[in-house]
Nanobody
Framework: QVKLVESGGGLVQAGGSLRLSCAAS????????MGWFRQAPGKDREFVAT????????RYADSVKGRFTISRDNAKNTVYLQMNSLKPEDTAVYYC?????????????WGQGTQVTVFS
């Protein structure tokens, strides 16, 4: 079992930056593919970024490519999402996910989410 707790969300002006963190419990964190997803009001949850167990094999949604960076620190059981050049359309609840597939985008564990609001 893995418990995920996101933090770092907040209110930011367009063009600004935020770094989200996701702290995971469980001894097998380092073996999991991790991901970030988001859900805006009235919209379906969408994929944002994913990272392999060793920090490689990253992939990003086209909408965030070049602006967001996913990383992880297995010693701290934490995955990060650095978000730069934020836009109002990035406003959403951001969710961390663990134990996923890069092909199916299905994940077995989810956090509760953290709100990111970008104002212009």
């Amino acid at each position: 079992q893995v418990k995920l707790v996101e933090s770092g969300g907040g209110l930011v002006q367009a063009g600004g930056s935020l770094r989200l963190s996701c702290a995971a419990s469980g001894r097998t964190f380092s073996g999991y593919r991790m991901g970030w997803f988001r859900q805006a009001p009235g919209k379906d949850r969408e994929f944002v970024a994913t990272i392999g167990w060793n920090g490689g094999s990253t992939r990003y949604a086209d909408s965030v490519k070049g602006r967001f960076t996913i990383s992880r620190d297995n010693a701290k059981n934490t995955v990060y999402l650095q978000m730069n050049s934020l836009k109002p359309e990035d406003t959403a609840v951001y969710y961390c996910a663990a134990d996923g597939s890069i092909t199916t985008m299905a994940y077995n564990y989810w956090g509760q989410g953290t709100q990111v609001t970008v104002f212009s």
